[in-house]
């Protein structure tokens, strides 16, 4: 058998490595929703809308995730600007305000036959919509801002600082009057409800870790191929 011949370890650990945590993230896909559309009981005062709740909930944990991932990537950039910690806050903000659109997409359809409306200006709603849009904000900073140094440290500090919006939105329901709000404090879930909900939580943290791994790749490889374009520049002249 030939060094070459793809049946060798080598190959066969660097095939596993690429292909497996696809393999797993398809899996819990597939498990996810065996679970919220065959699994769990239909809830009997929502009914099938309620379905929605298992995406709208991981969703905005994975958000959740992503907006804290920045913030500690600004306080690291600050602390040591390596262009490590800036590509991490940028690929997290990224994936925060895609997961936020999912719950900002998701919460109006549930809300329609529960509430009347597609949208309210209650506590959660309203501070999720302004915290989606102070990361926007950031990611325009990003794009927008002179290439350099200080467009980075500035995109930092508003990453650490936009994060103080994030406890607002998730401890909301408790910060304000119960008249005002429309979210419940407290659910009480069926066993199978509980057991796809947190199938869910693990399907969307995969999911997260799956996708910020491939934006680090381009972020790195877009870098490096901005590097080596520079360098040829230099040589040209």
């Known amino acids: ?12 650990c660097g095939a596993a490595r690429t292909h497996g945590p696809t393999a797993v993230l398809l899996l819990l896909i597939v498990a996810a929703l065996y679970g919220v559309f065959q699994y769990v009981p239909t809830e ?21 995730v992503g907006f804290f991932l920045v913030f500690v990537a600004g306080i690291g950039y600050l602390r040591t600007p390596d262009d490590r910690w800036d590509r991490l806050g940028q ?27 597609f949208w ?29 140094a200080q467009t980075r440290r500035f995109a930092a500090a508003v990453g650490i600082i936009a994060f103080v919006c994030v406890p607002l939105v998730r401890y909301s329901v408790n910060m304000w009057a119960e008249e005002q709000q429309l979210h419940p404090r407290q659910t009480a879930l ?28 381009q972020l790195r490889a877009a870098q490096r191929l901005e590097e080596l374009e520079a360098h040829l520049e230099d040589q040209r002249r």
């Open 1 to 12: 058998m030939s060094a070459d011949s793809p049946s060798t370890p080598s190959t066969f």
């Open 44 to 64: 009997r005062e929502m009914g099938l809308v309620q379905r929605i709740f298992y995406f709208h909930v991981a969703s905005a944990i994975s958000a959740y």
């Open 91 to 117: 690929a997290a903000a990224e994936l925060g305000v895609m997961f936020s659109v999912i719950v900002l997409i998701t919460g109006p359809i549930w809300a329609r036959p529960i509430w009347g409306n």
């Open 120 to 148: 309210r200006w209650e506590p959660r709603l309203t501070t999720m919509l302004i915290t989606f849009t102070i990361y926007v904000a950031y990611l325009m900073v990003r794009v927008y801002g002179d290439p350099g």
């Open 190 to 217: 069926d066993p199978r409800m509980l057991q796809t909900r947190y199938l869910t939580y693990t399907t969307f943290a995969a999911l997260f870790a799956y996708l910020l791994r491939l934006r680090l790749d």
